[in-house]
C-alpha cells in the first residue's frame, strides 16, 4: 500500500491586516480556513488557486516557517507542530522546498557549490570530500556541470538557476518537496525543461510533491491529485482526471473555462 | 483596403554595437479591425518591435534599418514632438504591468483626464463626462473615478489602463502582455474586453504576448519571433495547428495542453541551429 506521507488537518491561518487609508484600523483575513490535504507517498499534489487563495500560506504553514493558529501536520507519524529546535531541523531534511524566483531565492554571494552544499553542512552529513562528491553528483544530475560549482547566481540564466534550486532542495535526500510555482517565471521552452527534470527526479528518487501552481495547464501535467483553494478555503479536491473532466463546483468551472485557448482547442478537437 | 500599419524590413541594434541586431528584418502589415499577435520567448525581440513602432526605443538602442507607417503616414524619422501628437491619441498603449504603470498619489480619474485634456483640450464638465463614460465602457463603477491605483485590484488597474488607452478613440491599440501578471480569470475577462472594444471601435490592435493560449483567444494573424527575427507568420488557426517552421512547432510542443493528453517536449536548441 502506499501510505500518506503528509497529512494535514484542518489547519487556520489568520492576517492581521491593517485597513482604512491610514491603516488605523484592523480587519482579520482567513488565509486558511480549515484547510486538510493528504499527500500520498511518492505522489503529487497540485494546490491551484489564485492570487490571495492562501495557497502559498498553506506551503509555509506545512513547513512550519509560519506557526498555525490551529490544525496538526503529521509528518512521516510526527506532529510537526509539536517539535522545535533540534527535532524540526532533523525534520527539514526529508522536507524541502522549491521556490519561485530563481532570482531572490538564492544568494547573489555564495557560490553555487556553496549554496548546493550548505544543507549537507547544517546536517553534518558526510566528510568535506563526500560532501563536494555529492553536490557535484547533484549538480550534473540537474543538467549542470563540474565548472558551475564556483559560479555565482548571477551568471546563470533563469532556468539554470532553477535547476540550482533544485538541486539544494533534492541534495539531501529528501522525502517530501515543496514545489511553491517552479516554473512560473519562466519561458514555456525553459518551463517545460524543468518539469521534465522535476517528473524524472521523482521517479529515480521516490519523492512526493506539493505542487503550487496558479496555471491549470501545467497542474494537468504534472499532478495526480489535486486541490482547488478559494478565499482560504479547499473548495474542490480529488483526482486530476476527476477535477477537469467533470468539475462539481462553480468556482472549480469558472477557472477551467478561463484557461485561455481552451475554448478553441476544444472546439476545434470536436 | 488600405493598411493601418505597415511595418518594413526594421531592424534595431545597440548604438555601441551595430551588428549585433536584436531585431532583424521584421515585416507585417495590420488592418483596421484585426489583431496581431507577436509571440516569441524572452529576449525575441518583440517588446523591442512595439517600443520602436511606438519611437520609445532606449538611447542605448537605435533603429538601424527599416520604415514604420500609420495610416500612409511614416513615423521614423518624426521629432519626439511630432510622436507625441500621435502617441496616446491615434495609437494607444497599453504594458504589462497595472502597478507600476500608474501614478499613485493621482486618482485615476485625473489619469484617465490627462490625454482627454492634453490631445482634445476637454476641460470642466465634459472632461468629467468622458472620463465617467470611459471608466463605465471598461467596466468600473464611474464613481471609482476619484479612487487611487492602491485602492483598486489588479484587474480593476488594468481596465484603468485599458480606459486611458482607448480615450481619445485611436485607431490602433499596442498592448505589450496586458494579462501576464493577472489571475485566469480576470485574465479571461479583460481578453473579453479588449476584443468586444476593439471590434465595436474598428480598431487594429497589435498584441504582444509569450502565451499561445492567449494567442488562440484573440489573434486574427501571428507573427512568431525568435532572435530578433519573424520566422513565421501567418493566419491563427494555421499557425497553430498547422505550424510550418520547425522552431514554432518545437515552442508549441512546450506548451502543455489542458486535457493533458499530450508530452512535454523540450526544445532542443543545437537542432535549431546557432543565430547567423
Known amino acids: ?49 489564485e492570487s490571495g487563495s492562501g495557497k502559498s500560506t498553506l506551503a509555509r504553514c506545512l513547513l512550519q516557517l509560519l506557526p498555525l493558529d490551529a490544525g496538526t501536520v503529521q509528518f512521516q507519524g510526527l506532529d510537526l507542530a509539536t517539535l522545535s529546535g533540534d527535532a524540526l531541523r532533523a525534520v527539514r531534511r526529508d522536507l524541502q522546498m522549491v521556490f519561485q524566483d530563481p532570482f531572490a531565492s538564492l544568494n547573489p554571494r555564495m557560490k553555487v557549490g556553496e549554496i548546493v552544499g550548505e544543507g549537507l553542512l547544517i546536517h553534518n552529513i558526510g566528510s568535506a570530500q563526500e560532501r563536494a562528491h555529492a553536490v557535484l553528483r547533484m549538480l550534473e544530475r540537474v543538467g549542470l556541470s563540474a565548472a558551475d560549482i564556483n559560479k555565482y547566481p548571477h551568471e546563470f540564466s533563469g532556468g539554470q538557476r532553477q535547476r540550482v534550486g533544485i538541486a539544494r532542495a533534492l541534495v539531501l535526500q529528501p522525502k517530501l518537496v515543496i514545489c511553491d510555482e517552479p516554473v512560473s517565471a519562466l519561458d514555456v521552452s525553459i ?31 504534472v499532478a495526480d491529485e489535486i486541490a482547488v483553494m478559494h478565499d482560504g478555503k479547499i473548495v474542490e479536491q480529488g483526482e486530476v482526471e476527476a477535477i477537469y473532466s467533470a468539475p462539481q463546483q462553480l468556482y472549480t468551472q469558472n477557472l477551467l473555462n478561463s484557461i485561455p485557448g481552451r475554448q478553441h482547442r476544444t472546439a476545434s478537437i470536436i | ?93 497599453i504594458f504589462q504591468e497595472p502597478m507600476t ?17 492634453y490631445h482634445l483640450g476637454l476641460g470642466g464638465r465634459a472632461l468629467k463626462s468622458r472620463i465617467e463614460a470611459l471608466l463605465l465602457q471598461v467596466g468600473i463603477p464611474p464613481e471609482r473615478a476619484n479612487a487611487y491605483p492602491d485602492e483598486l485590484s489588479g484587474g480593476q488597474r488594468q481596465r484603468v489602463m485599458i480606459a486611458m488607452s482607448i480615450a481619445c478613440e485611436p485607431a490602433m491599440l499596442i498592448a505589450d502582455e496586458p494579462t501576464t501578471a493577472l489571475d485566469v480569470t480576470v485574465q479571461a475577462q479583460i481578453l473579453a474586453l479588449l476584443a468586444e472594444l476593439k471590434s465595436r471601435m474598428n480598431m487594429g490592435m497589435l498584441f504582444i504576448t509569450h502565451d499561445f493560449g492567449v494567442v488562440a483567444d484573440i489573434a486574427d494573424d501571428v507573427v512568431v519571433m525568435f532572435r530578433g527575427e519573424i520566422v513565421e507568420t501567418g493566419p491563427v488557426q494555421q499557425v497553430l495547428e498547422d505550424p510550418r517552421h520547425p522552431y514554432t512547432k518545437a515552442l508549441l510542443d512546450c506548451v502543455p495542453d489542458a486535457e493533458g493528453k499530450k508530452a512535454l517536449k523540450p526544445i532542443d536548441y543545437a537542432w535549431l541551429g546557432q543565430p547567423a
Not at chain 2, 101 to 117: C, D, F, K, W
Open chain 2, 101 to 117: 504603470s500608474l501614478n499613485p498619489v493621482l486618482t485615476v480619474g485625473y489619469q484617465i483626464g490627462e490625454s482627454l485634456a
Open chain 2, 1 to 93: 483596403m488600405s493598411d493601418l500599419l505597415r511595418v518594413e524590413n526594421l531592424t534595431v541594434a545597440p548604438s555601441a554595437n551595430p551588428q549585433r541586431l536584436l531585431v532583424n528584418n521584421v515585416s507585417f502589415t495590420l488592418q483596421s479591425g484585426k489583431t496581431i499577435c507577436i509571440v516569441g520567448e524572452s529576449g525575441s525581440g518583440k517588446s523591442l518591435t512595439a517600443l520602436t513602432i511606438m519611437g520609445l526605443l532606449s538611447p542605448a538602442l537605435k533603429r538601424t534599418g527599416g520604415s514604420v507607417s500609420f495610416q500612409g503616414k511614416e513615423l521614423t524619422g518624426l521629432s519626439n514632438e511630432q510622436m507625441s501628437d500621435i502617441r496616446g491619441k491615434r495609437i494607444g498603449m
Open chain 1, 191 to 221: 518551463q517545460a525543461q524543468i518539469l521534465l527534470l522535476l517528473k524524472e527526479l521523482q521517479q529515480e528518487m521516490g519523492l512526493s510533491y506539493l505542487f503550487i501552481s496558479h496555471d491549470l495547464r501545467i497542474v494537468r501535467h
Open chain 1, 1 to 49: 500500500m502506499s501510505g500518506i506521507i503528509l497529512s494535514a488537518n484542518n489547519l487556520t491561518k489568520t492576517y492581521r491586516q491593517r485597513s482604512g487609508r491610514f491603516g488605523f484600523g484592523h480587519k482579520l483575513v482567513k488565509a486558511l480556513d480549515d484547510v486538510s490535504i493528504n499527500i500520498k507517498t511518492g505522489s503529487t499534489l497540485a494546490i491551484v488557486g
